[in-house]
Every structure is written in C-alpha cells, then in structure tokens.
C-alpha cells in the first residue's frame, strides 16, 4: 500500500504533496499528463505523512542530507524502484499500517515479517540467544556456511559476454548516442521553442551496471563523451544540461574524464587525505620497506608446494599489497602534493596535518596520468592534444536531486568550484527554501571491508612482530564485521579519504553546505521521463529563474575560490626534499596500479 507513495507538486514550484504512484498512472492516458490529481496521502498512522517519512529517512538512508533522503525513497525516472521505509524496513511499526488521505477516506493494511530462508527460531528466546543463533559469527549457521579462510589473492577476473545494447536506455528517450551496454550514459537534443540549443548529457552512473570490465567501460565512456560533443558542436548546440540524478559514485578515472573532454585544459585542483591511524600507519611503513618486491611481485609462487611455506606467504602478502586499494595511497612513486610535489617516501606522506587535534595524512592527490596501452585518460597520451570546448562554463548546468556522490561529488564540486558551473536541484522535501545538489557521500574513494582485512592480513605476515592483542590490525585481520554481515560476499565498506575544496584545507567537503542555484519540484509529467525535468531545468537556469525556481531557493553565488588556501602548501617542499630518497622507477609502476585498482570510488550500500 505505501510502495509506490511519491511527492509530486501541481506546477514544479508550489510545495509538493504525496500521492499514489499507481492512482497518478490511472489517471493519465496516452500523452494526457495534466489530468487532474487524484486524493494526496495527509496522514500515516495518524500522524503528518511526510514528518512520518522524514523520521523514518533519518533512521534508515545512506544518505547525510535529509533532501536527498526524501528524493531517495520517492519513485522518478531516476529512481524507478524507490519506495519508503514505511514501506518496508527492518525494524518493527506496529501492526497496521493506516493511510489517510485529503478526502477523508482510509486504508488500512496488516504489516507482516519476511523471515529469510535458513533462519531458525526453535529455541531462540532470550537476546543472548539471538545472538548466538543469528549474530555471533563463530556460532551463526549461515555465518558458518559462508565463512572461509580469508584470501590474500585477489581472484582472477571472469571473462565478461558483451551483448548488444538496445536503442534506448529504459525510461529515457532515443538518444542521438549511447554506451555499448553499462545503461549509465547517453547523450540528447532538446526539441521545441526556446530548447533547440540545448543538448543534454545523462549520467546515471561513473561505473557500470553488471560485470563490464574497467578498461571496457572506460573505452566505451571515453567515446560516448567524445561523439556526444562533436554532435553538439556539428548540430549548432550551445547549452548543455549535465543530469547527474541518481548518480552515486563509480570510478574517480571517469569523472576526470568527463571533464577533461567538457574543458579541455583546465589545470585540476586536488587534495585529500586520510585519518592516520594506528593501522594505517603500520600499513604504510611496513609497504614502504618491502615497495620494491611489492611492484615487482609477478604473481609466482603462490601456491602451496611452489617454495617453503614462509615464503609462499610472504609472496602472497607481496600480491595483496601490489593489488590492494588502500597501500598506493600511502607509498611513494604516484602521490604528490597539491602543488605538484612528488612526495618521495613514506616519512613525507605520513607528515602529519592536524586539524582540530586529529592527525591525517599529508594532503596529496594522485594523478592517474599515466600512459597506457590499455587506456589513457584524455589530456594524456595519444590523447594530450583535445578539441576546444564546445560550450563555455555560463552555459554549462548540472542538473541533480542531491544524491550525487563520491565520483559524482569530485566531478561537480570541479565544475561548481573551479568553473563556477551552475547547478540546479529537483524534488526534496515537501517545504520551499534552498537544496544541496551534491548530499552524497563526499569523501574521495572507498575501502571495502576485504581489502582492509587482505591489507592488514599482508602486513601482519611480513611484520609478524606487528601482532599484537587488541591491535588496530589484529581487529581488521581478525575479521570480526565482515564474518558478522547479512551477505559475506559483500559485507560493504567505508569511504575513508577526506576530499577538499580549494579554498578551505581544513574541512572535508562530506561537512559543507553547498546549496544550488536553483531548486524546482517534480511535476506529474516529470515522474513519466526526463524530458520535462530537462526543460525545466533550462527554464530555472536562463529562460527566466524567478518564475521557475521555488521560492527562496535561488543563490547567486558558489562557494568557490579563485586561490587555493595556503594551508595546502605549507612545507609540501620541505617534505619532499628532506623525507628520503625515492624508490628507482617505482612512479609509473606505482601509478600503473593506481589506476587498475585504486579508482574505485563507489556509493557503497550496506
């Protein structure tokens, strides 16, 4: 009964109210989507249904923004499968679930439990049992059935099956171009007065959907942009609408990417660091002292019977840290400061930045510009020499509605901030007034738990002397949350590298406010497909923002910087050139695994 509630709002400007998806559907026919609305949902077990839905969002959503929750759990073109955790969620709400709607009328359902298959509940009758029963992964059946012996390894990859992508990507109209199948990205042209200048470039995703390689999905991504900005140049375009909804994140390679090809030569602003921590730091030193065998590992002698048994172990740590997302962070040969500083050892990497009393990492920024024969990112390369620009930054919107995260916050906040490219934000919360257009996680890349656990794992065999009780890495060895996850297969992860803005070195972008220039509502027509959300989006940006944003919402001005905070560069030299001496030939090796397998910067859900 609550799975398909959405927000919809008479006009796009007006506050919104909630609705059936399924009674808004059966009231259009055909291209009729201005029929009248059907009876708005007022109350939820008695109480104001969006206050209900907002508390409910705030126990639940992955996400920190509360617009961005509300957007989340509301079905649009973007989020075709969204529904609210009134709907369903793992936590009890009663017996009933009771509707009311503006016209006086209720309903009212029964909730019920799904009770997962291989749960057994004889016998369990205190907490201590349940625990035991379902929880305690050294007793728990399923936890038992899935648990394994930690792998150091990483597997050998599958060989992928390309099929034939088809014309369309599903609840969008016909592109004028397309991936070959991730169903992330596509280009269009805008038709009617007043839009036969704007073209619109859709990306739903910085990574692929299914299990399309890395090198694939960046050749295919790499071409999508390429030909979309030669039709927009060839066909007359000079607006661009960059709809970013839904976007949560994927590979850092391809946000770069898509805006090195969008403004080709534009020097990019980098800085992120990590919390130095216990583990990290022991991470860091240990990799620094075996780096040379690290780069050159050749993946030998790994298997039992291939040498002594000390030594297939130590071959395979060497494997685990050539390969693992977490080291090339922390070890010289692909980490530079922010002004271009190649940071020469792991003394300089680990110089400490102290802000409010905690210590990270130096701020550095790892490039990912090294040539490739299997790829090169555009400005490098085969590919240094790039076309102009074909549409200037003032003509440039990013369309979202504030989930945009990870990958998807890197790119915006370089256009937002470097650029000053205007944003503008759809839905949110049924009150006027301001939006963040990027309230996703804002940190730099994720760590998921199996690679801390394999990195920790790695370090302790070739520093045994490491392994202590209760230590950080003994904890992250041990294993303890991944053996504890509903799906051991993918226990999830942290976002652990902080990411700033070029003119405060002092807080991480997941802690700014950055509202967006313009805010409008969902309207019924824009719940049926993109078309009008990106017309919409044109009409709030130039036709006329005044009549087509929500009141009070409008800002002028982005928090963006002309000059970088001088905090970034403080001693950056000094380290550099006082830390040590520098692995012979490690950068291009070291950036080599950097891009194989450190751009992963996924939303991850758990």
């Known amino acids: 009964m609550a799975m398909d509630i959405v927000s919809v709002s008479i006009d796009g400007t007006q506050v919104p109210k909630l609705y059936h998806f399924s009674e808004l559907n059966a009231t259009t026919t055909g291209r009729n989507r201005t029929a009248a609305l059907p009876r708005a949902i007022v109350r939820i077990n008695g109480e104001d249904a969006a206050t209900v839905i907002e508390r409910r969002n705030a126990v639940w959503s992955i996400y920190q923004d509360a617009d961005s929750q509300w957007n989340s759990v509301m079905r649009s073109y973007a989020f075709p499968a969204a529904s609210t955790f009134v709907a369903a969620s793992l936590d009890y709400q009663g017996a009933n679930l009771t509707l009311t709607y503006d016209n006086g009328e209720t309903r009212t359902e029964p909730n019920f439990a799904i009770i997962r298959d291989g749960a057994n509940f004889t016998g369990v009758v205190t907490g201590e049992d349940y625990y035991n029963r379902f929880c305690n992964p050294d007793t728990a059946p399923l936890a038992q059935a899935a648990s394994a ?18 014309p369309t990507i599903e609840g969008y109209p016909y592109p004028v171009v397309r991936d070959s199948g991730s169903n992330t990205t596509s280009g269009y042209f805008l038709n009617g007065t007043g839009y036969e200048d704007v073209a619109v470039l859709a990306v739903t995703s910085f990574s692929p959907g299914g299990d399309m390689g890395f090198v694939e999905y960046m050749t295919d991504f790499q071409r999508v942009i390429e030909e979309f900005l030669a039709l927009s140049k060839a066909n007359g375009k000079t607006k661009l609408v960059i709809d970013l909804a839904a976007n949560g994140g994927g590979y850092i390679v391809a946000g770069y990417e898509l805006f090195n090809q969008i403004f080709p030569g534009i020097p990019l602003f980098r800085a992120d660091n990590l919390r130095e921590t216990e583990s990290l730091r022991h991470m860091a030193e240990v990799s620094g002292e075996f780096l040379n065998q690290i780069l050159n590992f050749d993946g030998t002698g790994t298997e039992d019977g291939d040498a002594d048994e000390t030594t297939v172990a130590r071959n395979r740590a060497f494997g685990a840290l050539q390969q693992s997302p977490i080291i090339g962070n922390i070890v010289p040969g692909g980490v530079y400061a922010p002004d271009g500083t190649n940071l020469t050892s792991v003394e300089a990497i680990l110089d400490p930045v102290i802000i409010k009393g905690d210590r990270f990492t130096a701020y550095a920024y790892t490039p990912l510009n090294e040539t490739s024969d299997a790829f090169n990112i555009s400005g490098t390369g085969h590919r240094a020499n790039l076309p102009p620009a ?51 996680v804002e940190g730099a890349q994720v760590f998921f738990l199996p690679s801390l656990q394999s990195a920790a794992t790695a370090v302790l065999t070739l520093s045994p002397e490491l392994n202590q009780t209760d230590s950080e890495l003994a904890l992250l060895d041990e294993g303890y949350a ?66 087509f944003c929500v009141e009070g919402s409008r800002v002028s001005t982005n928090m963006s910087a002309e000059e970088a905070d001088g905090k970034f560069f403080l001693n950056s030299k000094i380290r550099a050139d006082s830390a040590g001496v520098a692995v012979a030939g490690s950068g291009g090796a070291v950036r080599a695994v950097l891009v194989g397998f450190l751009v992963v910067a996924v939303m991850v859900f758990v």
């Open 149 to 166: 012996t930690p792998s150091i390894i990483a597997p050998t990859p599958t060989p992928t099956v390309t099929i034939a992508a088809a």
């Open 390 to 440: 074909v549409f200037a930054p003032e003509d440039v919107v990013l369309l979202t509605d504030g989930t945009c995260g990870s990958t998807c916050t890197l790119f915006a906040y370089l256009m937002i901030q470097q650029l000053d490219v205007k944003a503008t934000v759809v839905g949110g919360r049924p009150k006027a007034g301001k939006m963040q257009s990027v309230a996703g």
């Open 482 to 547: 991944l053996r504890r996850a509903a799906n051991p297969a993918s226990p999830g992860g942290v976002n652990g590298k902080n990411a700033f803005m070029k003119g405060d070195a002092e807080t991480p972008l997941q802690f700014l406010y950055q509202a967006a220039n313009c805010r409008f509502f969902y309207t019924k027509e824009m719940l049926f497909g993109p078309g009008e959300v990106w017309k919409r989006a044109v009409d709030a940006t130039w036709t006329d923002p005044a009549a």
